[in-house]
């Protein structure tokens, strides 16, 4: 299958230069029962043309971060301390209105489950047009909308007459193609793409984020991928940040994460992770259940469930401390974590 992604706004980009910055970012729900701690002090950056991986069992609060950033969030949610800086700007500090104009031209998202929530109803380029109709009102006539709609669709891999379709009339993967031909509409300097590929099968799942990497990388677009299977996005992404119960663990250049995780939940991530084109892996389970975040375990989260867990894990809150060439890790034991690739290798 061929990509064209000619004719479709391309930037140049510097990768030294940071498009989103995330600031030690607090963001809680409330419940009848409590607060959900379900973001607690997250910090990273993302730089031009960057491709950054978010990973973690189910709830530890992946999508929680990306609709944030998007300032999606459902009514119970409230922001409770930190920064999301989008070129330098504070995005919480912006009004609802300012944010609606930045929000899918500057910052789109495709989200987790969107390929169900297509209107049946509607033709598949009806419901494009309609954002292109929010946010370029006047700007576009009607055949120049149907050109760009035929352009991302041919980015994406599908044919422009698909265009004229019902939901019904494409597949999982086509409808996911779609969907992520919607969030480049406005041709967006960061996508969000929370669990992309993750209801389809291995071998559309694997075209599918070829593509996506390479429209990113080709239109110098930032973007930020979230999966609960770190193999998947490891192949994709240049930094890779571990969530743990509502905390980024560890974060750093991809290649360093994968090879060498030094949070020791990380490393049971990884070790854990059968691996397709490496040695074989010895499956050494995770024990025990992710906690409750209404009520997180004091010191270190991860520390009831932690083999190298002493007193002052219960006690103290390890910080995300700088090991070496900008991988980051918060574990107070993290040199006694073994060598991931040794481990293996044994
Ligand atoms: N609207 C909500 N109200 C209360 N708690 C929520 C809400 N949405 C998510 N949560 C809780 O926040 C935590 C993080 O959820 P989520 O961000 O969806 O995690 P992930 O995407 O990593 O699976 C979970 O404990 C989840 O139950
Ligand atoms: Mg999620």
């Known amino acids: 299958m061929t990509i064209s992604v000619e004719n479709l706004e391309t930037r140049q980009v ?10 030690r970012l607090v963001m809680h729900y409330k419940i009848k029962a409590g607060e959900v701690s379900a973001v607690e ?17 189910s709830g530890c609060g992946k999508t929680s971060v990306a609709l944030s950033l998007m300032r999606l969030l459902p009514n119970n949610a409230e922001y409770v301390s930190g920064q999301i800086r989008l070129d330098g700007e504070d995005l919480l500090q912006l009004t609802d209105e300012e944010m609606r104009t930045r929000r899918w031209k500057d910052i789109a998202m495709v989200f987790q489950g969107a390929m169900n929530s297509w209107n049946p109803v509607y033709r598949v380029g009806d419901q494009i047009r309609e954002v292109l109709d929010t946010h370029f009102r006047g700007q576009m006539t009607y055949e120049q909308q149907r050109e760009h709609m035929e352009r991302l669709f041919a980015a994406v891999g599908l044919p422009g007459e698909m265009l004229d379709r019902y939901p019904h009339e494409f597949s999982g993967g086509m409808r996911q193609r779609a969907v992520i031909a919607m969030a480049l509409a406005c041709s967006p ?53 571990v969530m743990y119960a509502g905390k980024l663990v560890e974060y750093g250049p991809t290649t360093e994460v994968f090879a060498r995780p030094k949070h020791p939940y990380a490393y049971l991530l990884l070790k854990s992770t059968p691996s397709i084109t490496g040695p074989r892996r010895q499956l050494a389970p995770l024990e025990g259940e992710p906690p409750d975040l209404l009520a997180p375990p004091t010191g270190c989260r991860f520390h009831p469930r932690c083999p190298f867990a002493t007193e002052r894990c219960a006690i103290e809150e390890p910080p995300l401390a700088d090991i070496g060439g900008g991988h980051r890790v918060a574990c107070w034991h993290w040199e006694q974590v073994p060598d991931l690739e040794e481990a293996l290798l044994r």
């Open 14 to 23: 510097d990768p030294t230069k940071p498009l989103l910055e995330v600031d």
């Open 189 to 241: 300097q960061l996508i969000i793409a929370d669990e992309p590929t993750t209801a389809l099968d291995v071998i559309v799942q694997d075209q599918i984020l070829k593509e996506l990497k390479r429209i990113q990388t080709e239109l110098g677009m930032s973007i930020i991928y979230i999966s609960h299977d770190i193999a998947v996005i490891a192949e994709v992404t240049d930094s890779l940040g």
């Open 41 to 57: 002090d997250v910090t990273f950056t993302v730089h031009q043309g960057e491709a950054v991986g978010l990973v973690g069992e």
